[in-house]
């Protein structure tokens, strides 16, 4: 995608060969600055710290890592050891197990001298396969929109309510929910983004709105509560969301908030998609709401803020009153009964197994 006319991936091999360079996005969107990984540590830190964050994104960052940590040792044990590390970063986002077990599966039967290159070569080939899935849903996801503008009066722009980043800052590039946007926004159809600003950490306002606007995409960005009124009033024509781990049978688990836009979508005939590629897919989960680990994080998300003032400089406030305790839980499930439908790399299904099972038997 572009920044100022500029094509970026939000992850890459550096100039070296062998380092791997990620777009810092803690620091958007006041300062766009390239982070090097050099280690096993330092990618586990990306994860963690959330310098990347969304769950492809996730997946690809862990499989580079595992990678950079065979260039110190690549035994068994050391096989074993890193991926444990990289494994427990982030417990909700299913494709990091997916992108490590990848790996593993490669990689463990390999001789210690192969074990390098191959990995290389693999984390690069997932890099690849997540962009052309993401255009494969943007694809798809397009045909829906264009469908909508198609039913509506000539001139009005097609209102597209998202929360949460699941644009290319959250894959390596397109992105799930925001690719259909994208394409659309190519192809001509006049369309406009709501943004819900996503607290705790304001992905919305501050990823979302930022690739947007680079991109030159109408938006506008929201409160998180506005949602449900712009729906009362018809002012949403379609919700599309991503997600982190989606089950066989179609229950979704993506950020904080996203069921309660679910629930006023399907209050208000809203139709309401998640853009789901298939390593999101969980197959061995039935039930979201019991079996999906929620991760609760650092209570301080909730309780400070981070901000540019009008000089430029870049400060943290503290919003609670002192002493007052912070629940701070990452995602939320959004019951498939909820979801009009998903928009996979292999095109749009049903929110149930028999929808799932029709796109990909071989799961």
């Known amino acids: ?39 096993r540590t330092e990618a586990a830190h990306a994860i963690q710290s959330m310098i990347v964050r969304g769950a492809p994104l996730i997946g690809v960052t862990a499989a580079y890592g595992l990678a950079l940590a065979l260039r110190e040792d690549a035994s068994d ?14 417990p909700t986002a299913i494709n990091l197990r ?10 463990r039967p390999l001789p210690v001298s ?65 690719a259909p946007v994208y394409t659309a926004f190519e192809r001509g159809v006049p369309l406009h983004v709501w943004v819900d600003e996503t607290r705790p950490r304001n992905q919305g306002a501050s990823l979302t709105a930022w690739e947007l606007g680079k991109h030159g995409v109408p938006h506008t960005v929201i409160a998180d509560n506005v949602g449900g009124h712009l729906m009362q009033h018809g002012m949403v024509d379609i919700c599309i969301v991503g997600t982190d781990r ?19 979508a399907h209050d208000n005939g809203v139709p309401f998609y998640v853009g789901a590629p298939s390593p999101s897919i969980d197959w061995r989960l039935r039930d979201g709401v019991k079996e ?12 400070e803020v981070t901000a540019r003032t009008k000089t430029g400089e870049m400060v943290t406030v503290h919003l609670t009153p002192a002493g007052s305790p912070v629940g701070n839980w990452g ?16 095109g749009v299904c049903a929110a149930t197994e028999a929808g799932l099972k029709a796109l990909f038997p071989a799961a």
């Open 331 to 346: 995602f939320d499930v959004t019951p498939a009964r909820l979801v009009t439908g998903l928009i996979t790399e292999r």
């Open 292 to 303: 999906i680990p929620i991760e609760e994080r650092d209570g301080r998300e909730l309780s």
């Open 1 to 39: 995608m572009r920044i100022d006319g500029t094509g970026y991936r939000t992850i890459w091999l550096a100039k070296d060969g062998w380092s791997v360079d990620v777009i810092d996005q803690t620091k958007l969107p006041h300062r766009f600055e390239v982070v090097r990984l050099t280690n």
């Open 114 to 178: 192969h074990r390098l290159t191959a990995a290389y070569a693999e984390a690069a080939a997932m890099a690849d396969e997540d962009v052309a899935m993401c255009q494969a849903i943007g694809r798809h996801g397009a045909t829906l929109i264009e469908t909508i503008a198609n039913a509506q009066a000539t001139g009005r722009r097609v209102n597209i309510l998202t929360h949460c980043n699941a644009g290319w800052l959250a894959t390596v590039d397109w992105g799930t929910a925001l």
């Open 98 to 107: 997916w992108a490590l077990e990848r790996m593993e599966r490669l990689l």
């Open 77 to 90: 044990d050391a096989l074993t050891q890193s991926i444990e590390v990289l494994q427990g970063t982030r």
């Open 246 to 264: 989606t089950t066989a049978t179609g229950d979704v688990c993506n950020k904080i908030g996203t069921y309660l836009k679910a629930l006023a």
